[in-house]
């Protein structure tokens, strides 16, 4: 799912406290320096909500707006225990914020709105001290309560600073006209969903769990927000993404585009459900892989990519929160949205974009790179899921880049002889001298020693069995998802339709529409069974 939102190796028992992604554009990476973020967030308290579990128990959830230096914002909801566990961690450290939380009701019923919002007020109290206080905000528990450097909320492009105002507007524009297929669907519309759970968050929108009324069939939801891509003039991104989904890519591993269609706010990408969680998630949860595991998912990412380059497509953002795990585990490849067109086998490209841990170093030193940066990027991923980590991590962003591009690969004895052989030529800062250069491309990934064991047609026929299950009991089960994106509450507007009028919209009608983003894929293309 596209996730709006990763340390020296092996240096943290904990990689959700560590590891972080970039706000949104390189540009604010270091402008804002951590020393200074008391100063450049407010947080607050503004709302709360009382939920159901499966359990039937009732409690209360506490929505904390988080306002970022750059002028965005994001919410998470806490418990109260969860605010109560970062009091009891900070209070002895800090004894100067004469922190106080509001207590526990002891009698009486602890879902009376007056008592909630009393709670609330008190709450909202709480975080202001901690972030008022310099030190504090960067205390691990803080920033991991605050999700500030949860992986979720961010990726970084300058891809716009290549336009000026006038080629921008006209991009906006130009997702207006282009077509998305032959085949429409100007009927389909929000609520012919019942829209279940929210599963992912992106740069202009969520994720959600749908089941469609009439067809009892689960999807995957892409909701964007049009206003959202206006405004940071990231329609060629959305076109991105929707030219090569509209190419109906038939390949076992990467998501298919069902429907698409809008309404006057919001476009929707009605995709593949699978529910085998991210690879981040998993590798959060063991820190590392078999090298025999990590083969085998690094061999079907490797047939997705090669795939892709065979369509003269660069992928340019692979990363474990972009490689998702079907019911069987195994891989689906989604997010499409920094996907690069039109680049022939010696061709190359020049835009800086992805995330940083996985950036190459042409892209950083801004040089024209080629398909090759994938197969870095695919090196980058091969090592985390065998060391944990990325190759050339820091918490600090510049120390970060300038190991990538000046610092030893370092590899330790405990992976084979081609484990270690094929990460030093995937990860080979000598774009020229790269693994999986030039027109072999993908043959020559496919030749190296390290995958030896694989039988690469049953791989794309998917019968070699996966090396590991996700155990699933269903298509309900949210085990392998985010639970801070599953307990969100679903938003009432995202099920609700337009005018028929304006469903029906032409390339003629003259409001701001994204005409032509309407699309069906032909059944028989319909993937992931």
């Not at 970039?22 to 804002?32: P, R």
């Not at 607050?44 to 209360?60: A, C, H, I």
């Not at 585009?257 to 969680?277: A, C, E, I, M, P």
């Not at 020049?350 to 892209?363: D, H, I, K, R």
Request: charge should be neutral.
């Amino acid at each position: 799912m596209e996730t709006l939102n990763k340390v020296e190796c092996g240096a943290s028992s904990d990689k959700s406290l560590t590891r972080k992604r970039t706000l949104e554009n390189l540009k604010f990476v270091v402008v804002v320096p951590r020393k200074n973020m008391s100063q450049q967030i407010d947080v607050t308290v503004p709302d709360s909500e009382t939920l159901s579990s499966e359990k039937s128990k009732r409690f209360t959830v506490y929505k904390v707006l988080v306002n970022l230096p750059d002028g965005r914002s994001y919410f998470i909801f806490r418990r109260y225990n969860e605010f109560y566990n970062l009091y009891e961690k900070i209070k002895k450290v800090y004894p100067e914020l004469n922190i106080k939380l509001p207590g526990k009701r002891r009698l009486g019923n602890n879902f009376d709105p007056e008592f909630i919002k009393m709670r609330r007020e008190g709450l909202n109290e709480f975080t202001s001290k901690i972030i008022s206080h310099s030190n504090a905000i960067e205390h691990p528990d803080v920033r991991l309560f605050l999700s500030l450097d949860n992986p979720k909320n961010a990726q970084i492009n300058d891809e716009a600073e290549a336009f000026g105002a006038d080629e921008a507007d006209s991009l906006v524009k130009d997702i207006n006209r282009i077509d998305l297929g032959d085949s429409y669907n100007q009927k389909a519309k929000p609520s012919d969903f019942h829209f279940l759970k929210v599963i992912g968050k992106g740069s202009f929108g969520k994720v959600f769990l749908a089941k469609n009324k009439q067809e009892d069939q689960f999807y995957a939801i892409k909701v964007l927000n049009k206003a959202a891509i206006r405004k940071r003039n990231e329609a060629k991104h959305i076109m991105a993404e929707r030219n090569v989904l509209l190419m109906n890519v038939k390949h076992p591993f990467l998501v298919g585009l069902h429907y698409s269609f809008q309404t006057r706010d919001k476009l929707y990408f009605v995709l593949d459900y699978v529910n085998g969680g991210e690879l981040f998630f998993h590798l959060q949860k063991e820190r590392y892989f078999p090298e025999a595991r990590a083969r085998f998912y690094a061999a079907e990412i490797a047939s997705a990519i090669g795939y892709l380059h065979s369509l003269s497509i660069i992928y340019r953002d692979l990363k474990p929160e972009n490689i998702l795990l079907d019911h069987k585990g195994h891989v689906v490849l989604t997010d499409f949205g920094l996907c690069k067109e039109g680049i022939e086998p010696s061709g190359t490209t020049s835009t800086f974009c992805g995330t940083p841990e996985y950036l190459a170093p042409e892209v950083l030193r801004k040089q024209e790179y080629d398909k090759t940066v994938d197969w870095w990027c695919l090196g980058a991923v091969l090592y985390e899921m065998m060391y944990g980590l990325p190759p050339f991590y820091s918490r600090d962003t510049a120390e970060m880049y300038d190991n990538i591009l000046h610092k030893p690969l370092r590899l330790r004895t405990n992976i084979s002889a081609s484990a270690r052989n094929v990460l030093e030529g995937l990860l080979q800062k000598d774009r020229s001298k790269r693994l999986g250069v030039g027109e072999n491309d993908f043959e020559e990934i496919k030749n190296h020693p390290f995958f030896r064991s694989i039988d690469w047609q049953m791989l794309y026929d998917k019968k070699i069995d996966p090396p590991y299950n996700p155990n699933v009991t269903g298509q309900l089960d949210l085990r392998h998802f985010d639970p801070e994106f599953v307990r969100e509450p679903v938003p009432g507007s995202v099920g609700k339709s337009a005018d028929s009028a304006f469903l029906s919209a032409s390339v003629d009608d003259p409001d701001d529409a994204f005409v032509g983003f309407t699309y069906v894929a032909p059944m028989e293309e319909v993937l992931h069974e």
